[in-house]
């Protein structure tokens, strides 16, 4: 049985709360306990970043040496990956070989950051003879970071880098579903010698210990992943405030597959895109879009894929494959399914799944629903589950419509051998990033965020960085001759 504790000022502490018991989604069983904390530790939480970020040590460093500091901790983090992995795969539900991917890429973002801490330059500016003028990149002082449970580790990952390569301290707060890993981020913190207080993490129930996150008054800006509607309580917050945030949400993304599009290529994004983790990616390729002269060979070749897909428990899945774990919680997967059986219920077309899975654990088959129109539920929810929608267009404006008609504008994609009409679409397409015959094209160098309800600010690549600085301008007068 694990049991882990949350990590205040450089210290391991117990919650206010208790202990919260974490279950393995592929049984249902407990597998560890974590220290559950209210808002009386998140209080602890943001003092001691505040005491870190007003001794000013991250900021006082010359940055090679901040960027050092954070790449030892994507160090670290992939010299114990075999400790890891195992842990979010029990706690997560997905496959082992995934869990990899996901520590791998956790480790990416402090490299890619670290590298980049001292890149962050202000710059000079002419005010004639009687001036210097310069800005400075400052840091905010406090970061807070709101992770979703669906990549616990690399979510954070994502946000940490950041915030501690332009020199804030950070209070995280860990998804109670599945907070485990983050105890490698702590020692990490630790092993690297970051100064106490400036990473502090504690797990809690979003509407207790999120909540009292999002509103504390000495938090200086916020980094919100996860649904809409929290996101906007967290954004009120904020407001409330006035601090600035980053709200990484949810999607309903499409790929439109034209009359020339590579088979091939449509059939390994839909892989990736909409079963890699059971489905539970904001980013997920939910809708297919397909040009009714493809739609029937695609459709087939689409639901062969899906009845071919291994459904087991993660622990058994060490090796990449056409295979998928469990969904996250019997909520997740059952919502799943109620989505499913409103979807046939307004005429859309099983042709692959559409069930729990009759086993213990929270299982969902892959599934694939033909003749989606737009007016239905299932082109315009979230399911977050392994579950693909099929549209069908006549022409390329019609094509753009169907994929435009959401609410969402996380990522979309176009499928097609034609780079012109490629271009056009990604024109078209409203979203915050486009995938050009392959889903999912691009990494941690790549900005990332959403158009609409998907959010507003960018994570990943340079852009991320200028949302934990603030800029200062400074003039100076200087002596008249
Ligand atoms: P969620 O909104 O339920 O929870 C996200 C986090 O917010 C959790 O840590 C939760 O404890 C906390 N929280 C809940 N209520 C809160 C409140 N009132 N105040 C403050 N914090 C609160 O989302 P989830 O179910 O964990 O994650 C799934 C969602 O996240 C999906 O919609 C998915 O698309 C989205 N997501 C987006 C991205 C992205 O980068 N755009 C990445 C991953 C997940």
Same mark, same amino acid.
């Given at each position: 049985?694990?049991?882990?504790?949350?990590?205040?000022?450089?210290?391991?502490?117990?919650?206010?709360?208790?202990?919260?018991?974490?279950?393995?989604?592929?049984?249902?069983?407990?597998?560890?306990?974590?220290?559950?904390?209210?808002?009386?530790?998140?209080?602890?939480?943001?003092?001691?970043?505040?005491?870190?970020?007003?001794?000013?040590?991250?900021?006082?460093?010359?940055?090679?040496?901040?960027?050092?500091?954070v790449k030892?901790?994507g160090?670290?983090?992939?010299?114990?990956?075999?400790?890891?992995?195992?842990?979010?795969?029990?706690?997560?539900?997905?496959?082992?070989?995934?869990?990899?991917?996901?520590?791998?890429?956790?480790a990416r973002y402090f490299e890619y950051y670290g590298n980049q801490?001292?890149?962050?330059?202000?710059?000079?500016?002419?005010?004639?003879?009687?001036? +210097?003028?310069?800005?400075? *990149? /400052?840091?905010? @002082?406090? =970061? $807070?970071? &709101?992770?979703?449970?669906?990549?616990?580790? !690399?979510?954070?990952a994502r946000?940490?880098s950041t915030?501690?390569t332009?020199?804030?301290?950070?209070?995280?707060?860990?998804?109670?579903?599945?907070?485990?890993?983050?105890?490698?981020?702590?020692?990490?913190?630790?092993?690297?010698?970051?100064?106490?207080?400036?990473?502090?993490?504690?797990?809690?129930?979003?509407?207790?210990?999120?909540?009292?996150?999002?509103?504390?008054?000495?938090?200086?800006?916020?980094?919100?992943?996860?649904?809409?509607?929290?996101?906007?309580?967290?954004?009120?917050?904020?407001?409330?405030? +006035?601090?600035?945030?980053? *709200? /990484?949400?949810? @999607?309903? =993304? $499409?790929? &439109?597959?034209?009359?020339?599009?590579?088979? !091939?290529?449509?059939?390994?994004?839909?892989?990736?895109?909409?079963?890699?983790?059971?489905?539970?990616?904001?980013?997920?390729?939910?809708?297919?879009?397909?040009?009714?002269?493809?739609?029937?060979?695609?459709?087939?070749?689409?639901?062969?894929?899906?009845?071919?897909?291994?459904?087991?428990?993660?622990?058994?899945?060490?090796?990449?494959?056409?295979?998928?774990?469990?969904?996250?919680?019997?909520?997740?997967?059952?919502?799943?399914?109620?989505?499913?059986?409103?979807?046939?219920?307004?005429?859309?077309?099983?042709?692959?799944?559409?069930?729990? *899975?009759?086993?213990? @654990?929270?299982?969902?088959?892959?599934?694939?629903?033909?003749?989606?129109?737009?007016?239905?539920?299932?082109?315009?929810?979230?399911?977050?589950?392994?579950?693909?929608?099929?549209?069908?267009?006549?022409?390329?404006?019609?094509?753009?419509?169907?994929?435009?008609?959401?609410?969402?504008?996380?990522?979309?994609?176009?499928?097609?051998?034609?780079?012109?009409?490629?271009?056009?679409?990604?024109?078209?397409?409203?979203?915050?990033?486009?995938?050009?015959?392959?889903?999912?094209?691009?990494g941690v160098e790549?900005?990332?965020?959403?158009?609409?309800?998907?959010?507003?600010?960018?994570?990943k690549g340079r852009?991320a960085l200028?949302?934990?600085?603030?800029?200062?301008?400074?003039?100076?007068?200087?002596?008249?001759?």
């Amino acid at each position: 049985m694990l049991r882990h504790q949350n990590f205040i000022n450089g210290k391991w502490v117990d919650g206010k709360e208790g202990w919260l018991d974490i279950e393995d989604p592929a049984t249902g069983e407990i597998i560890g306990r974590q220290a559950l904390g209210n808002g009386d530790d998140i209080n602890a939480a943001v003092a001691a970043a505040r005491q870190c970020a007003s001794r000013g040590e991250l900021a006082a460093m010359r940055p090679v040496e901040r960027g050092r500091m954070v790449k030892a901790i994507g160090e670290y983090i992939l010299e114990h990956k075999d400790e890891i992995a195992p842990i979010l795969t029990l706690e997560a539900g997905k496959p082992l070989w995934e869990a990899d991917i996901e520590v791998a890429g956790s480790a990416r973002y402090f490299e890619y950051y670290g590298n980049q801490a001292e890149t962050l330059e202000g710059r000079s500016i002419p005010l004639g003879d009687g001036y +210097i003028d310069f800005t400075a *990149l /400052e840091p905010y @002082g406090v =970061s $807070a970071q &709101i992770i979703p449970w669906n990549y616990p580790l !690399e979510m954070a990952a994502r946000s940490i880098s950041t915030a501690l390569t332009a020199g804030n301290a950070c209070v995280v707060k860990s998804p109670e579903l599945d907070p485990l890993t983050h105890d490698f981020l702590a020692r990490a913190a630790d092993a690297v010698g970051l100064p106490a207080g400036a990473l502090n993490i504690v797990c809690g129930y979003g509407e207790v210990a999120g909540a009292a996150l999002a509103a504390h008054k000495d938090v200086n800006q916020i980094v919100f992943t996860g649904s809409v509607e929290t996101g906007a309580s967290v954004a009120t917050a904020a407001a409330k405030n +006035i601090v600035p945030c980053v *709200l /990484e949400l949810g @999607g309903k =993304s $499409a790929a &439109i597959v034209h009359d020339d599009a590579d088979i !091939e290529r449509v059939l390994s994004s839909v892989r990736w895109g909409i079963f890699f983790h059971a489905g539970q990616v904001c980013s997920a390729l939910s809708r297919l879009v397909v040009h009714e002269s493809r739609h029937d060979e695609v459709v087939d070749a689409v639901a062969e894929l899906a009845r071919s897909i291994n459904v087991a428990p993660g622990s058994e899945l060490a090796e990449f494959g056409d295979n998928m774990g469990p969904m996250i919680s019997q909520k997740q997967r059952d919502r799943a399914e109620a989505l499913c059986i409103e979807a046939v219920q307004q005429g859309a077309k099983t042709v692959a799944g559409g069930h729990k *899975l009759n086993r213990p @654990g929270w299982f969902f088959e892959p599934t694939v629903f033909d003749d989606v129109t737009a007016d239905m539920n299932i082109a315009n929810k979230e399911v977050f589950g392994p579950v693909l929608s099929v549209q069908r267009f006549r022409n390329d404006d019609e094509a753009i419509q169907i994929a435009n008609a959401s609410e969402y504008g996380l990522v979309g994609g176009v499928f097609t051998k034609d780079s012109e009409r490629a271009i056009k679409a990604a024109k078209q397409l409203r979203a915050g990033q486009i995938f050009v015959n392959e889903w999912y094209a691009g990494g941690v160098e790549t900005p990332f965020g959403g158009y609409g309800k998907s959010g507003y600010g960018r994570e990943k690549g340079r852009e991320a960085l200028y949302n934990y600085v603030q800029t200062k301008n400074i003039a100076i007068a200087l002596k008249g001759e």
